[in-house]
């Protein structure tokens, strides 16, 4: 078909528009060929004859259902007003600012923050395939990271646009996406360093221009590198053409670099105060925009932020500050004065400020500073001249200076990014992110802008070769013949400036002229460029020329591009900044060679034309020559490179959110490239559609015949073939059919057409059916009318007054008839009643007296019953009042006896004490003896020299009386310590005693004996000090002796005398002290006879008790005598539990009357009987043996003793009588069985006899103890008998209350040590009973299992636990935990079997009261099971049936705890079952976390295994057939985006979720937690389901919301099927449930809008508001959503307060739970099946 056919009324066109660029039209007369004029309307009703060319008709407008693509190319007819619209109403309507055109990503900015860059967003992109989901920044870079990954290749993403597109902000998303989709598990923190260097190169490189406040004024390529995981692991960073310019002048309204602000704002911070800045205002090249401030922005902030992100990359605080020393410098710099002598001179002041402050903070001499920015030296061939300059060459030289320092600062800094951001391993492939100027125009072009033209003709040359190929590609892929197509090449563009004899060369040759001007320079282009249609010379200007560029045509000033290609800095000033002792500024200028680029030597690319480098040194260091240098290498990796393209776009010039500017639009997507893509797309097929999209879009259109074909795609031939005559407007591919321009739209007219008949029919006949009903009820009604009518005349006629009699006579005979019948049926029914309650009252009353004689006898039986029971309850009543009495006083006597061996040990010490004291006075005695003899002999000399020495006797007594009042200064001091001490030790005796005692009853004992001990102990201690008191008056006396010596020799005499007395009197104490001990030792012998004597009555009352008890029971008589009654009180006691049997046994005697019965049962008591005393026999053996080991020693016997009573031995006793009934083995092997048992308890016997001779060997170290004591207390007595004269002892006088003063420490430091001792010995004893304890349970098990064979005639009863050795710990794990395949288990078998075995192991640990085998079983245990999850981390059966076994064993262990809340679900027997001797509450907890971690493994499974089924199955499988909720976008994907992912379904859905469901069902999961299971797994369904459904703008549909809300409906129903309603599971369906129904709703009204905001309560305003705008007709009888209704929903919303986030996270957990759930198998009942290879386990 025609295009110009198309040209039919009510088709719509574009005319061009002078405000709008384009504006809409639609026809209203069909456009004949040849016509001139064509009959259109406005939008606004205005009627026009717009005159057209026939050979160029205004360009059709796309179909409605077209409009809001995703893809451009997708729509049928592509140019640009259709561009244009398309992406207005996306922009403007639907809120989208992404789009894609063929290969590029066309990005608005928006000029607002939007909720799309959030991590649960990326990971929704992540591996996507290219277009399966709404245009997004985030798809392209996961394009890119894909191809990375399959192809092993390296990328680049090429983001342009011009100043304020938003340039930097995409490639900022783009470098944060693959951050974070490769992040990797080192601690290396690379990405984060990566996406550091953004702030930094902003603060430095960006600045605000009238167009942008953040506008980047160099290009960089970053080059993010990835190891063979595809990892990151380093970046490198290269920058293109700094617009160093600004750092000395800037427009109107501009900014310099933000860093320079950033600086001014945090001058007064202390670190900054050595800077000596100020405000912006006051630095000359900051100012200059007049506006320091950009509004919103704290740049005090941002500073703080620029040194973090310096930290962050491993900058030191010495490095930041030597940068922001060269920042501060440039500023201080730019304010140095210059000032004018003369015309030709200028000078700066040496006092300059400024220039002091520039000098000090670069290490420079101020002198040479201020003469060389004023002067030049000139060097040539013969003299060197120095010439000064004017102001304006002085300002010059100070601008060029400043910008070449802060060109290398900002090289540095780049370079040190690269540094920090370099890498140890080896790059396997990397992807380039490239943020570059756009084309730019402005009223005044410049050199800069000259530059970045260049840069884009070399980028869109290489874009337009790529498109090329991909479109070549595409056709070879398809199998479509390939035709050229012409594109736009704009090499003549590239080579108008880099060729040879080119603007660049032209350029650069006049800057090596010395003379050379700018122009001059342009006069040669003039004259070169003359006849270059490229090339323009303007006709109002001499100083511009024009360049015809790919977008537009420019106009460049040559003014100051020498100037600026040169980038003179005059050597001299160099060399002063060479000098600097500044180091890093220094370093700057340094000769350093040219880096090799690292891709010279690995790509070798072709270029498009070849460009020659001059030789010259000098030459290729001008600006142009650098620029093109760099240029090339980029070119180079971008080709060795997959690019990617994002174009990005400026809305408006205002910077207002949403508002598009059509004409500034327009023009950025001519210079962009978009457009040509477009005309490229447009020359071939850029329509192209699957076959599939194909046959499900235009189905309508087939006929009967064609849709009854099974090949699809040959239908499509067939129709396409049909419908278009013309076979050149289409081609069929392999996998696509490939449309001209216009034909989709020609078959929307076709299908649009067929419906639109289609209703006309469809209307057609419902108005008839509506009118055909309406008749035929009418008609019916009318019928009614008459049949009511003709009855009542029929009636009237036929009533007569005869046939009224008869009719009443015939109702009388009725009557009678009737009345008869009944009355006789009546009685034959009271008859057969009567009967049946004489049969049943007869039956009745037998029964009651049957009953009543029954019952009679029960009571006599009964009777006997209660009556032994009494007596048997108050016989073991008065045994366990003996039992503790006994233990009592054996305590009474152990704790005195103790008591005794602390007051022995205390004597001891003290005795001790005292010996060692004596032993000392001895030896003073004797030397005293010693001294008499010689003062005898002296005695007469002494007389003769008396006068000679009576002046040194008076100063020695004199000394000695000064001595005397020092020692009773110390007297009194001791007293005082005495008495100080003696109240602490009163104190912490108090405290110990209430510490070591807190039994009441025992306590106040003990308190009553220590009082006593401790008032002996006071009296001891006052006996002492009063023998210290006499000992200080005997000094005294002393000293008086002494001064008395000189009188005579009877003096002295007549003092020993009364100080020997005195002596004797402090002996006298010692007999009273042996009289102490030996009553002590009296009171303790006769102590241990009482001990002695009480051992022996109580092993003559356990024998005399055991006697009794085992001859008590009469087996005959208890059979005779035991009721069903009282069963469960027997029960309770653990004894007699066989006596239900007998009681029935003797019911079923008294009732059957029969005498062979009796007989029968009279044998088999006389059986039972001759068993008895066989077994009582052997029972008399094993306890000679027991009494054998136990008669070994007395102490140990009572210990055991004891034990067995506390450990309730009796009543275990009694059991293994009433077991021994049951027994039917051989008597030889129950006789080998007690050989073998005789020997364990020997060998038990010796532990305790070992344990008895152990304290034994301590009774007789106390005893040796004692007597050492006996022996040392009568030395004193014999040394203080043979005392006779005492001399001057002075000294050793001091000695001895020392000694004193340290006995008192030592007896305080005696009695804590006794305390501790007695703690531990106290500890050491309940070691012990416990080891006895655990010794006398082996000895009653090893008697037990002598004994263990059951009787033939009655059937075993299991105690519900496993008996294992320890060294079968390690089989028991492996053969039930690590080897066990759940298959082989939930077949046929309880649920939690292994579980509940696990169990039985542990309540045989407790059993036993073995600890240590305890915890290593449970240790083992929860460590397998932990090793199993580990190893099956991905296998959800395993998973399943652990996480069911560990939640069993946890409620196995609640449930035996003994715990009241966990007993009351018990059975009376299961409550027999609980655990006797641990508390496990730690294990449980320990079980709990462990099955938390196995839920949430568990859950991630699950998600993993269904996740990739929900989106296709959920949202893009159509249950409901007939009704497509999708339309065909067209899309062209990347050759490398193949989606090779099987077609999932909502069955696939189902039948996974009833797998997970069956699984956990057979593995015998809690219903509860299968509850939680199962909403978290629909919560996922509906999380996932709904961000894809934001995230997909082709989704958002009424007929998807049918889809959807059916999809709902499925696993609702699947909810049911599986009894799981009650789950809360469908509750977390209900966003996405409430997104359904607002698709499907209305949305025009204000009551729609009111509608929407009650019902969609679980969705939040930005939710709402999205799927409004994302709301996407599928046919053209559809409308959009205005966007006023959606202003008016969003201002509904604003009220309610939720998140502000878009997508919902799919990572959320539910909180789990495990409830409790008893088990109700009995443990006696399990049996353990073979297959797990458990035979050495026995059921006890």
């Keep these: 078909m025609a295009l110009v056919d198309l040209y039919t009324q009510y088709n719509r066109v574009w005319i061009p528009y002078s405000e709008e660029v384009w504006q809409s039209a639609e026809i209203t007369r069909n456009y004949k060929n040849g016509n001139h004029i064509l009959h259109l309307q406005l939008e606004d009703g205005t009627e026009l004859n717009y005159p057209v060319d026939p050979s160029a008709l205004p360009p059709l407008r796309n179909p409605d259902i077209l409009v809001g693509e995703n893809d451009l190319t997708a729509l049928s007819y592509l140019h640009e007003p259709g561009v244009l619209h398309n992406l207005k109403v996306r922009f403007v309507e639907s809120k989208l600012i992404y789009t894609y055109s063929g290969i590029i990503l066309v990005a608005i900015n928006p000029y607002k923050q939007l909720p799309i860059y959030g991590d649960a967003i990326i990971h929704a992109y992540s591996g996507q395939n290219m277009g399966d989901m709404d245009p997004h920044i985030f798809a392209v870079a996961e394009e890119a990271y894909k191809q990375m990954a399959r192809n092993n290749k390296n990328q680049s993403v090429i983001v342009s646009g011009e100043s304020g597109a938003g340039k930097t902000v995409s490639a900022k998303y783009a470098m944060r996406y693959f951050a974070t989709v490769s992040r990797s598990s080192s601690n290396m923190q690379v990405e984060n360093k990566v996406l550091a260097s953004n702030p930094i190169t902003e603060a430095v490189g960006n600045a605000k221009t009238t167009r942008n406040d953040n506008s980047s004024r160099f290009g960089k390529y970053t080059e993010i590198s990835f190891d063979k995981r595809y990892q990151i692991i380093g970046a490198n960073m290269r920058t293109y053409l700094l617009e160093k310019s600004r750092v000395v002048f800037q427009s109107e309204n501009e900014r310099n670099y933000h860093i320079f602000y950033q600086l001014c704002a945090s001058a007064r911070r202390p670190e900054f105060q050595h800077l000596k800045l100020a405000s912006a205002e006051e630095f000359n090249y900051t100012s200059m925009g007049g506006n320091t401030v950009i509004e919103g922005v704290n740049d005090s902030a941002n500073m703080v932020e620029t040194q973090k992100t310096f930290t962050l990359l491993g900058f030191k605080g010495d490095f930041q500050m030597d940068v922001f020393k060269i920042l501060a410098a440039i500023l201080h710099l730019g304010n140095v004065q210059i000032t004018s002598v003369g015309d030709e001179r200028s000078s700066v002041s040496l006092d300059d400020k400024h220039l002091n402050i520039f000098c000090e903070l670069l290490d420079l001499e101020s002198d040479k500073v201020a003469r060389w920015l004023c002067h030049r030296k000139i060097i040539t061939t013969s003299e060197t001249v120095v010439k000064p300059m004017t102001k304006l060459q002085a300002l010059n030289a100070r601008d060029a200076l400043a910008k070449k320092i802060y060109a290398h600062l900002f090289d540095f800094i780049v370079e040190r990014i690269n540094k920090a951001l370099q890498f140890s391993g080896k790059q396997h492939t990397f992807i380039g992110v490239l943020d570059i100027y756009g084309f730019e125009t402005f009223e005044m072009n410049s050199f800069e802008q000259f530059c970045i033209n260049y840069a884009n003709e070399k980028l869109q040359q290489q874009f337009n070769l790529h498109v090329f190929k991909l479109e070549q590609e595409e056709y070879m892929k398809e199998d479509i013949p390939w035709t050229l197509i012409d594109f736009y090449d704009n090499q003549p563009v590239i080579d108008l400036i880099e060729a040879k004899m080119g603007i660049l060369e032209l350029l650069d040759e006049e800057c090596l002229l010395p003379q050379g001007t700018d122009e001059n320079w342009l006069l040669k282009l003039y004259k070169n460029f003359n006849n270059n249609p490229l090339f323009e010379e303007p006709r109002m200007s001499n100083s511009s020329f024009i360049i015809q560029h790919f977008a537009d045509k420019v106009e460049y000033k040559s003014e100051g591009f020498l100037e600026k290609n040169r980038d003179t800095v005059y050597e001299v000033l160099i060399e002063v900044l060479r000098n600097s002792k500044f180091q890093l500024c220094a370093n700057f200028f340094q000769d350093n060679p040219v880096p090799i680029s690292p891709f010279s030597s690995a790509i070798k690319v072709k270029s498009a034309k070849t460009v020659i480098k001059p030789p010259n040194k000098q030459f290729r260091t001008t600006v142009s020559n650098k620029f093109r240098s760099s240029l090339y290498l980029l070119m180079e990796t971008l080709n060795a490179t997959t690019p990617h393209y994002v174009r990005c776009i400026k809305p408006n010039d205002q910077k207002l959110p949403f508002e598009f500017d059509s004409k500034r639009v327009v023009h950025q997507l001519r210079a962009c490239g978009v457009l040509e893509t477009i005309r490229i797309s447009a020359q071939s097929y850029p329509s192209r559609w699957t076959y599939i999209e194909f046959y499900s879009r235009y189905s309508i259109l087939m006929s009967q015949h064609e849709l009854s074909l099974t090949d699809k795609k040959q239908i499509c031939k067939i129709v396409l073939q049909r419908l278009i005559q013309d076979p050149s407007l289409y081609q069929f591919g392999r996998t696509k059919i490939f449309f001209r321009a216009g034909q989709v739209a020609y078959l929307e007219k076709l299908r649009s057409d067929k419906l639109r008949q289609a209703c006309i029919v469809i209307q057609k006949n419902i108005r008839g059916w509506l009118q055909r009903k309406k008749f035929l009820r009418i008609r019916q009604a009318a019928i009614i009318l008459q049949q009511y009518f003709r009855g009542q005349r029929t009636v009237r006629k036929a009533v007569t007054a005869r046939a009224l009699k008869e009719a009443w006579a015939a109702i009388v005979i009725q009557k009678y008839c009737r009345g008869y019948l009944v009355r006789r049926l009546c009685q034959l029914i009271r008859v057969a009643a009567l009967t049946i309650q004489a049969f049943t009252r007869g039956f009745l009353a037998r029964r009651k007296y049957r009953k009543m004689v029954e019952e009679q006898k029960a009571l006599v039986l009964q009777k006997y019953a209660r009556a032994w029971l009494a007596r048997r309850r108050f016989q073991s009543i008065r045994r366990f009042v003996l039992n503790i009495q006994l233990s009592y006083r054996v305590q009474r006597l152990q704790k005195k006896l103790e008591d005794q061996n602390k007051e022995n040990h205390v004597l001891l010490e003290r005795m001790t004490a005292l010996a060692s004291n004596h032993s000392s006075d001895i030896k003073t005695i004797q030397k005293l003896q010693l001294d008499l003899e010689k003062l005898a002999m002296q005695k007469n000399i002494s007389e003769e020299k008396e006068k000679k020495h009576k002046e040194d006797y008076e100063q020695r007594v004199l000394k000695l009386e000064k001595h005397n009042s020092e020692q009773q200064e110390q007297k009194k001091q001791l007293e005082k310590e005495l008495q100080e001490k003696t109240e602490e030790m009163k104190d912490k005796m108090d405290i110990l005693t209430k510490q070591l005692f807190t039994d009441v009853e025992k306590g106040e004992r003990q308190r009553i004996i220590l009082e006593k001990n401790f008032h002996n102990q006071k009296q001891d201690y006052e006996k002492k000090i009063e023998s210290l008191k006499a000992e200080i008056k005997f000094l005294k006396d002393e000293n008086d002796q002494l001064q008395n010596q000189v009188q005579g020799k009877q003096q002295i005499e007549d003092g020993l005398k009364m100080e020997v007395e005195e002596l004797s009197n402090q002996v006298k104490v010692i007999p009273e002290l042996h009289k102490e001990i030996e009553l002590i030792q009296t009171e303790k012998m006769d102590v241990e006879k009482q001990l002695q004597y009480q051992k022996r009555e109580m092993r003559d009352k356990m024998s005399d008790i055991t006697r009794q008890l085992r001859e008590s029971y009469d087996f005959a008589d208890v059979r005779s005598r035991l009721s069903t009654e009282d069963l469960e009180h027997l029960n309770e006691d653990g004894e007699l539990w066989f006596a239900y049997e007998g009681l029935k046994k003797a019911t079923r005697v008294l009732e059957s009357h029969f005498q062979s019965q009796e007989e029968n049962y009279e044998r088999e008591i006389d059986d039972l009987n001759s068993k008895i ?95 050492i004591y006996t022996k040392e207390k009568e030395k004193p007595i014999a040394t203080f008998q043979e005392f006779q004269e005492i001399s001057d002892h002075m000294e050793k006088q001091q000695e001895g209350e020392n000694e004193t003063k340290n006995k008192m420490w030592q007896d305080v430091a005696y009695l804590t040590m006794e305390n501790k001792d007695l703690e531990e010995e106290l500890d050491k004893k309940d070691r012990i009973i416990r080891k006895l304890q655990d010794q006398i349970k082996t000895l009653r098990k090893s008697i037990e299992t002598a004994h263990e064979e059951p009787v033939s005639s009655m059937l075993n009863e299991y105690m519900g636990m496993l008996q294992y050795r320890k060294e079968d710990e390690a089989k028991i794990v492996q053969n039930l935990i690590l080897e066990l395949k759940p298959r082989g288990v939930v077949v046929n078998m309880i649920p939690g079997l292994p579980a509940h075995i696990l169990f039985m192991c542990v309540r045989y640990t407790d059993y036993l009261n073995d600890d240590e085998m305890l915890k290593s079983f449970m240790n083992m245990a929860i460590n397998s099971i932990k090793q199993v999850i580990k190893e099956h981390v991905e296998d959800f059966e395993m998973l399943s049936f652990w996480l069911s076994n560990t939640c069993h064993f946890l409620n196995c262990l609640k449930q035996y705890s003994g715990e009241e809340e966990f007993m009351k679900h018990n059975t009376p027997q299961q409550n027999k079952n609980n655990l006797k001797h641990f508390d496990l509450s730690e294990y449980r907890q320990v079980l709990s976390d462990l099955a938390i971690r196995i839920y949430h493994q568990f859950i991630i499974v699950m998600e993993n295994n269904i996740q990739p089924m929900i989106v296709p199955g959920m949202l893009e499988y159509e249950s409901l057939q007939g009704i497509s909720g999708l339309k065909p976008t067209g899309f062209r994907k990347r050759s490398s985006s193949i989606d090779d992912t099987d077609a999932y379904t909502m069955t696939s859905i189902l039948q996974q979720l009833s797998y997970f469901y069956t699984t956990m069902c057979q593995n015998g999961l809690d219903s509860e937690l299968l509850k939680q299971a199962v909403k978290q797994h629909f919560y996922l369904i509906g999380a996932v389901t709904l961000n894809s459904l934001f995230l997909r703008k082709d989704m958002c549909s009424c007929r998807k919301g049918m889809q959807i809300r059916c999809n709902i409906s499925y696993l609702e129903e699947w909810l049911k099927q599986k009894n799981l309603h009650s789950s809360s599971a469908k509750e977390t369906l209900e966003p996405l449930s409430q997104a359904a129904w607002l698709l499907q709703v209305k949305k025009t009204t204000d009551d729609d809008a009111k509608e929407i905001y009650e019902c969609c309560t679980s969705l939040s305003a930005v939710q709402i508001v999205k799927i409004l705008n994302s709301y996407t007709p599928i046919d053209d009888f559809e409308k959009r959503v205005a966007p006023s209704f959606v202003r008016k929903v969003q201002a509904m919303l604003n009220n309610r307060e939720n998140s502000p986030l878009l997508m919902l996270d799919t990572k959320y957990l539910f909180q789990v739970t495990f409830p409790f759930t008893p088990s109700p198998h009995a443990l006696e009942a399990i049996q353990i099946p073979s297959s797990f290879k458990l035979g050495f386990l026995t059921r006890i």
């Design 1173 to 1267: 005393e066989h077994l009582s026999q052997e029972k008399n053996h094993l306890q000679k043996l027991f009494r054998e080991g136990n008669d070994i020693n007395d102490s140990t016997q009572l210990r055991v003793t004891r034990l067995t009573l506390e450990n309730k031995m009796i009543p275990d006793l009694k059991q293994q009588i009433s077991e021994l009934q049951k027994q039917k083995m051989d008597l030889e092997t129950r006789l080998q069985e007690a050989s073998k048992n005789k020997e364990r308890i020997e060998k038990r016997t010796d532990d305790l006899h070992h344990n008895q001779e152990e304290e034994g060997t301590q009774t007789r170290a106390l005893q040796v103890q004692n007597e």
